[in-house]
Nanobody, 124 residues
């Protein structure tokens, strides 16, 4: 059982930046593809970004391309989401997720382990 814990959320002004972190508990972290999802107020949870096991492939939803960057450091069993040029519509609870199966995933049921989420609020 993998435990995931997000951190780094908070309140930021439009145009600002935040870096989210997701720390894993297990030694098999490097065998998982990782992703960030988010759920805004009154919205369904949606895919934001994902990264392959060794970081060679990354995917982003269109609304964050050029503004968000996903990365990972397997030695630290941590995945990051660097968010820049934040907009009010980025306000959401951000969740980290791990996929144990081979290949990329973009839907919630493609992922097997989830963190509890961290709140990001973009407001002036």
């Amino acid at each position: 059982q993998e435990q995931l814990e997000e951190s780094g959320g908070g309140l930021v002004q439009p145009g600002g930046s935040l870096r989210l972190s997701c720390a894993a508990s297990g030694r098999t972290f490097s065998t998982y593809a990782m992703a960030w999802f988010r759920q805004g107020p009154g919205k369904e949870r949606e895919f934001v970004a994902s990264i392959s096991r060794f970081g060679g492939s990354t995917y982003y939803t269109d609304s964050v391309k050029g503004r968000f960057t996903i990365s990972r450091v397997n030695a630290k069993i941590t995945v990051y989401l660097q968010m820049s040029s934040l907009k009010p519509e980025d306000t959401a609870v951000y969740y980290c997720a791990a996929r144990t199966r081979y290949g990329a995933g973009f839907a919630e049921n493609d992922y097997d382990y989830w963190g509890q989420g961290t709140q990001v609020t973009v407001s002036s």
